[in-house]
C-alpha cells in the first residue's frame, strides 16, 4: 500500500508527518525538497516490534477561562495529556515537560505521570499544563507544542500536540 503526505517545517526545520499506523508499511520513502536545491532522498525502515510513548489527541482534555473547549485569545489553558504506549516494557518515574516556540506565557510547563505501562497513562490527579494564549494570537493559528517525556533511566520521547486558536464567536 502507498500514501502521501507532506509538511512544512517550523523555524527550526522540524515536520511533523501523521503517518496511519494500520498502513503496515515496513518502510517509507523519505523526500525533502527546498526550492533551488537537491532533493534528499531517504529511506526509513520501520520495525512493528518498537513501541514508544506517545500523546494521546482523542482523550486531551481542555478547560479554558470561558469554558468552551476552544482556545481563544488571551485566555489560560489548563491542558490534560494522556500518555498511550502500547509495547510490553515498562517506563518508570516519567515526567512530561511541554514547550513550544510560539509566545506564549507558560506557568507549568512540567508534570509527572508516575509509571507507563501498556494502555493510557493519565498524569497525577489535578496535575495539568498551564499556559496563557496572547491577547494578540491571530484566528486559526496553529500551536505546536513538544512534549518531552524523560524516565527515571533517561530515556526520553518526543511527542508533538497541535492547537487551533479561534477568535470569538
Not at 1 to 8: L, N
Not at 27 to 41: A, W
Not at 75 to 104: A, C, K, M, Q, R
Request: hydrophobic share 30%; charged share 20%; no cysteine.
Amino acid at each position: 500500500s502507498s500514501f502521501y503526505a507532506e509538511a512544512h517545517t517550523d523555524v527550526n526545520g522540524y515536520a511533523l508527518l501523521h503517518l496511519d499506523p494500520e498502513l503496515g508499511a515496513s518502510e517509507i520513502l523519505l523526500t525533502v525538497t527546498k526550492n533551488n536545491h537537491k532533493p534528499y532522498l531517504a529511506t526509513i525502515n520501520i520495525n512493528e516490534d518498537d513501541h514508544i510513548p506517545y500523546s494521546d489527541e482523542d482523550n486531551i482534555s481542555i478547560t479554558d477561562s470561558n469554558g468552551n473547549g476552544t482556545l481563544n485569545p488571551g485566555e489560560t489553558i489548563y491542558l490534560e495529556v494522556p500518555i498511550t504506549y502500547n509495547g510490553n516494557d515498562s517506563f518508570n518515574g516519567v515526567t512530561g515537560i511541554l514547550s513550544t516556540n510560539h509566545d506564549l506565557t507558560i506557568y507549568q510547563d512540567e508534570i509527572y505521570y508516575g509509571n507507563i505501562t501498556n494502555g493510557i497513562t493519565y498524569p497525577v490527579a489535578g496535575d495539568w499544563f498551564i499556559f496563557q494564549i496572547p491577547y494578540q494570537q491571530s484566528h486559526d493559528d496553529v500551536l505546536d507544542f513538544y512534549l518531552t517525556l524523560t524516565d527515571d533511566n533517561d530515556n526520553e520521547f518526543v511527542t508533538n500536540l497541535n492547537f487551533d486558536v479561534n477568535s470569538f464567536d
